[in-house]
């Protein structure tokens, strides 16, 4: 199966700094990458959808101003939370997709 | 060896026949387990919890065999609505993140 990696697997920050979650498809062409959010013990919130070079689909709710989203390569998606606060902590998951999708490794981000 | 591995797939099924998905994990520190269910271009929605007891939700059985590092989830009576794909995702601890995802594998309920 196709390998995805995300970077950093878990970070600590400050509240006011931003933070960068890099995605990539280490052996296949990914058209699509999906940012998806873990609450405990639920179910992945979806929160944007990145096709490579042009300007990425949020779902109702998040905010694009705060989640920067660029998927810049086939290979590498990024996810900035600008300006974290607490209520930002949680787990960040993305996922690739050329015909099948397979999910990244996760994020833990937590903010101070 | 990938932390999750699970059944290439695909599975193409009959209406009405018994399938089941096998799951195995590599670290042997996990700590949760579970089944979810995504079908096509939607995100994964949780299936059930797999817990060392087994357990059962309708026709969804989960079963977990820490020693051998392996779950199970067997779907009795399936349905058309179950073609979708359903993913094993073992949790590094009791808090319900830190999740590694299987690949997936892929279920079709023929009519």
């Known amino acids: 199966g196709a390998v995805v990696s995300q970077h950093p697997s878990w970070v600590i920050c400050k509240s006011g700094t931003s933070v960068k979650i890099e995605c990539r498809s280490l052996?296949?062409?990914?058209?699509?990458m999906f940012w998806y959010r873990q609450f405990p013990k639920q179910s992945l919130m979806l929160m944007a959808t990145s096709n490579e070079g042009s300007k990425a689909t949020y779902e109702q709710g998040v905010e694009k101003d705060k989640f920067l989203i660029n998927h810049a390569s086939l290979t590498l998606s990024t996810l900035t939370v600008t300006s974290a606060h607490p209520e930002d902590s949680s787990f960040y998951i993305c996922?690739?997709?050329?015909?099948?999708?397979?999910f990244g490794p996760g994020t833990r981000l937590t903010v101070l | 060896r990938k932390e999750v591995e699970q059944d290439p797939g695909p599975f193409n099924v009959p209406e009405g026949a018994t399938v089941a998905f096998n799951c195995t994990y590599s670290?042997?520190?996990?700590?949760?387990f579970f089944w979810y269910r995504q079908d096509c271009r939607k995100e994964p929605k949780l299936l059930m919890s797999v817990y060392s007891s087994g357990n059962e939700d309708g026709r969804f059985t989960a079963q977990l065999n820490r020693a051998s590092q392996y779950i199970s989830l067997l779907i009795r009576d399936s349905k058309l609505s179950d073609s979708a794909t359903y993913l094993c995702v073992v949790g590094l601890d009791n808090y319900g993140q830190n999740f590694v995802f299987g690949p997936g594998t892929r279920l079709s309920v023929l009519p």
């Open positions: 052996d296949f062409q990914a058209t699509t």
């Open positions: 996922s690739a997709s050329a015909s099948l999708e397979f």
């Open positions: 670290n042997s520190a996990s700590q949760s």
